[in-house]
């Protein structure tokens, strides 16, 4: 492990970028500002004054997953579509950081978590005087959801198996099985981007969904044919971006995972599902520093 697992990080300075929101379509300014060690990572909404506005970002805080991450606070404060920045911040080890953003929900770039690497390499990493801590999974806990699942295994490093299936032929059954650390995060996942079918656009804009998603920030499927120009980025595409979305929605448990995810055919809703049922069975898992290790065998 490089010496950035040993200890917390935040972003060595503020960084700026907008964008247009996924499902609410609006236009969002954000600012990623460091933060003190044991902050964690915290989402401020600048445009709501009167009540709280700031929502860390906790399992606890997870208040709607369809289509997507959304968290709030008891003042019924929400920020959206956090999934993909998480992951970024997951992937470079930024332990603590303010996201202070105008709107209510986090920008979609491209679709991708790449976007984001590329804004917090901008910013660049701050290591701080504090201990990281992981979560190491000691007893394997499992959701279902009919055919669906996910579960965190024992592992010595954080590893990620996702697999799905779908009739089209677009995406039919992938899979993906990989050791994540920042260096394949950035090679193998963080430009997969998310994806949808033509057929439901109308559906999910009726419920306020996807009211900003085009071919520039999704990958849009209608039949068994991809749409968009450019075509995929990957064959397996499909499945690295779920894997994606799972990092990112993991990382609401506010520390790393010594331990391994799989899901089958799962989403938003069975990842913070294990998440919850993890914290649920204080016995499956331990808090552990590996800088402390680092030093006693020093």
């Not at 404060?77 to 993909?84: A, D, K, L, M, N």
């Not at 901008?122 to 000691?138: D, H, M, N, T």
């Not at 299936?165 to 059954?173: D, L, T, Y």
Request: glycine residues 8%.
């Amino acid at each position: 492990m490089s010496a950035s697992g040993y200890f917390q990080h935040t972003v060595a300075g503020p960084v700026i970028f907008a964008g247009t929101g996924l499902h609410t379509g609006a236009h969002v300014r954000v600012v990623v500002r460091p933060a003190a060690p044991d902050a964690g990572i915290v989402f401020v909404r600048t445009d709501v004054h009167d009540r709280d506005n700031r929502v860390p970002a906790t399992a606890e805080a997870v208040c709607q997953t369809q289509l997507g991450t959304v968290i709030g606070n008891a003042a019924e404060v929400r920020v959206s579509t956090i999934e993909h920045l998480m992951a970024a911040l997951a992937a470079l080890s930024i332990d603590n950081c303010v996201v202070e953003l105008d709107g209510p929900e986090v920008p979609i770039m491209d679709g991708s978590s790449e976007p984001f690497i590329q804004i917090l390499d901008r910013a660049g990493r701050r290591k701080q005087e504090a201990v990281r801590q992981y979560i190491e999974i000691l007893a394997p806990i499992m959701v279902e959801d009919g055919d669906k699942r996910a579960a965190l295994l024992p592992a010595d490093r954080f590893e990620v198996a996702f697999e799905i299936a779908f009739g089209s032929k677009a995406i039919g059954r992938q899979a993906v099985d990989l050791v994540i650390d920042e260096e394949s995060f950035r090679s193998e996942l963080s430009n997969c981007r998310t994806f949808g079918f033509l057929r439901d656009v109308e559906a999910l804009r009726a419920i306020g969904l996807a009211r900003g998603g085009s071919m520039e920030n999704a990958v849009v499927i209608d039949g068994d044919r991809v749409l968009n120009p450019e075509g995929l980025r990957r064959k397996d595409e499909f499945v690295r971006h779920k894997a994606l979305d799972a990092i990112g929605d993991l990382y609401v448990l506010g520390r790393p995972i010594l331990g391994r995810f799989e899901g089958f055919l799962a989403g938003h809703g069975l990842n913070n599902a294990v998440v919850r049922a993890l914290l649920a069975q204080p016995r499956a898992w331990r808090l552990r520093a590996l800088a402390s290790e680092l030093a006693e065998a020093v």
